[in-house]
């Protein structure tokens, strides 16, 4: 089974704080994917990227940064966090298989609180 | 841009009873259907799928409807048990692209 991880599981922040959640998948996925997870809005893209150094953009990108430094790693950037943003992000990969399936391998998903 | 709406919003149910979810979509160009499993504190899971070529698909106890005409999909569950109880999305992948698009989720609650 695809291994997606990230971290930090739990992080709190203050508004304007910046912070850092990392993903990392060790399955040689292309693509990779960030979401968020809002009770009365689902889940919703962010930003994703097939292969180092590309990015794509979301359907919610605003006050997100992203960048894939490698294959493995896809990491999500809150420069200047806000109240807004406290949500369940969540980190995704797919492989050859999306192709005729649409399956993600998600993440454990990390909880960010902006106070 | 592609849109999935999802009913009921919520479920409970007694352990055995067979449960239905509704999907419905408005691309005519969305061709794959995934849907996914999210059990309390845990990560999404894939769980089946359907290709808009076909009708009906069945995993175990899950079984997945599908009507082009209408764009809508169901998922029905039979013999459900409590480690049923989850949140279940439905997805359509939008286009020929690697995006997914997602409904609200189903809560489903199986009580012993």
């Known amino acids: 089974e695809a291994a997606v991880t990230q971290s930090p599981r739990n992080k709190v922040t203050v508004t304007g704080g910046n912070v850092t959640l990392s993903c990392r998948q060790t399955?040689?996925?292309?693509?990779m994917y960030w979401y968020r997870q809002d009770t009365g809005h689902g889940l919703r893209l962010i930003h994703y990227s097939y292969g180092a150094g590309n990015l794509q953009i979301g359907d919610v990108p605003d006050g997100y940064k992203a960048t894939r430094t490698t294959q493995e790693d896809f990491f999500l950037l809150l420069e200047l966090a806000s109240p807004s943003q406290t949500s369940l992000y969540f980190c995704?990969?797919?492989?050859?298989?999306?192709?005729?399936?649409?399956?993600?391998?998600f993440g454990e998903g990390s909880k960010l609180t902006v106070l | 841009g592609e849109q999935v709406e999802q009913l009921p919003s919520s479920l409970i149910v007694q352990e055995g009873a067979s449960v239905l979810i509704n999907c419905s979509y408005t691309d005519s160009a969305s061709v794959y259907f995934p849907w996914y499993k999210q059990e309390p504190g845990k990560r999404l899971q894939f769980i089946i799928d359907i290709r808009s070529n076909m009708e009906r698909k069945q995993n175990q106890r899950l079984t997945l409807l599908f009507d082009k005409k209408t764009k809508h999909l169901s998922l029905h569950i039979t013999a459900t048990q409590p480690g049923d109880s989850a949140i279940y999305f439905c997805?359509?992948?939008?286009?020929?692209?690697?995006?997914?698009?997602f409904g609200l989720g189903t809560t489903l609650q199986v009580q012993p």
């Open positions: 997805s359509a992948r939008e286009g020929n692209t690697r995006k997914l698009i």
């Open positions: 399955n040689s996925h292309n693509y």
């Open positions: 995704a990969s797919s492989g050859r298989d999306f192709a005729n399936t649409g399956q993600l391998y």
